[in-house]
């Protein structure tokens, strides 16, 4: 089992400035002296490690949980928000059931205590079997890539995502699944389902795929993140791509995503589009900034609230329409985590420092 354990230093909490809407719900700020010099984090106390359930082990059954939660000035977990979910409720459950009873030394910035952001996550896996397709998925993964080899592509997507529903997938599965399905949906001109699918694969699934695989992962990735507008992303994994076994390291697809990311750097505004996950896949969708400036628009369903998560701090905010918000110039790698009802689509409409504004209405 291979444990993953993140400790994000958000020691300071800074208020979120609304530019169009006064009536947007203020924020209490808790100020980071010269640069969090005079803070220590969260440290541990009490924290038990999940065991591997029995039952999962006997039915060779991987699963992912990603938490993210909140540990107060008394050093007590609250705010556990489910992230990721891969494989059966249960996982999340179990997870959430240990996670709540962890205790810490509260954070602290000049001595006294305050509150600190951290997120966990626990990939669950059968140690000692050997990797592949086991025989009930044989059958319909050699039919669905006959489809697409046939060029029945519709037939072979509905089949596709009828067999991702399956939670007793392991990782080996849902990674080649996942390799058939993403390009799929490019061709589909479904770039947000392309992009969840294959953005499991690369963070999750990837490391259990032979090389190739794992490279042709990548590289959808890239393309994918390059349509939604997640151009941080693709430029990350860009650089990445350029150094793993079995990818080509001339591929154009390298200099595209530097060129994008370039580009919305200068950009005075660019737009990322996102969806919230389904009611069993997790809680929250996760979107880099890439510049300083943003607001929401485009909103198909309903947004809630959204976590602000920097190197330096966090903040959390409502989501009201016609809003604009600006991340602290001191703060810099940034991601909002947005939550809102399952399946709602938005775009994040994001801007330079001083640009006009021109976020279109929300539907």
Known sequence: MRRVFLSLCLLSVVALGARADDDLPSVNTVPCVVKCANSTPAAPVRRFLPSYPQVFRENEQDGYVGLRF????????????????????????????????????????????????????ESFRVVGKIPGVRQPFLAPYKDISDLISTGKLDEAGKKLKELQTHTELNFYERGTLAALLAPLLLHQHDDLGAYDVSRDAVYIFRRVLPPQVQAGLVRNYIIASIAVGDFVEAGRWATFFRTMDGADRKDPIIDVAARELAKIKAAPQFATRAKIPLIDEGGDRVVDLGQRDFAFYDVAGSLDSFQLICRQGASTSKISGNAEWHVPPDWNDCKLAVRGAPGTTFSVMQFAPGSPTAAPQSK
């Open 70 to 121: 909140t540990v107060g000035t008394d050093g007590h977990v609250t705010n556990i928000v489910l992230e990721k979910l891969i494989g059966p409720k249960r996982f999340a459950d179990m997870m959430t059931g240990v996670v709540e009873d962890w205790v810490y030394t509260p954070a602290t910035i000049d001595g006294k205590p305050v509150e600190q952001s951290l997120v966990y996550s």
